[in-house]
């Protein structure tokens, strides 16, 4: 199983970054997938999560009306489109798969992240 993230690295206030996350290894269209991030002292916070056909979105309230979360399941992958960064939107995001869970932050398999700064 891999999920490998991509598209992170340094972007001014108001920007915009697109991540992907290219799975593989196991039934990607049965997982719900997810985007969490982490901030150095902070907790692990979920991001969005998307449902398995991608009908259905979750947000963090931090997030939401920024950020947009889809996927292509013939491609295997999700994709997070970030907008109107900002510096507290500065962290590790990392790519998970869940087979049961939607809202809680649970997972089975866990990519190893790409780091977003917003600074100027």
């Known amino acids: 199983v891999q999920l490998v993230e991509s598209g992170g690295g340094l972007v001014q206030p108001g920007g915009s970054l697109r991540l992907s996350c290219a799975a593989s290894?196991?039934?990607?269209?049965?997982?719900?997938m997810k985007w969490f991030r982490q901030a150095p002292g902070k907790e692990r916070e979920l991001v969005a999560t998307?449902?398995?056909?991608?009908?259905?979105?979750y947000y963090a309230d931090s997030v939401k009306g920024r950020f947009t979360i889809s996927r292509d399941n013939a491609k295997n992958t999700v994709y997070l489109q970030m907008n109107s960064l900002k510096p507290e939107d500065t962290a590790v995001y990392y790519c998970?798969?869940?087979?049961?869970?939607?809202?809680?932050?649970?997972?089975?398999?866990w990519g190893q992240g790409t780091q977003v700064t917003v600074s100027s």
């Open positions: 998970a798969a869940a087979y049961r869970s939607f809202l809680a932050g649970e997972y089975d398999f």
């Open positions: 290894g196991f039934a990607f269209g049965s997982y719900h």
């Open positions: 998307i449902g398995r056909s991608g009908s259905n979105a």
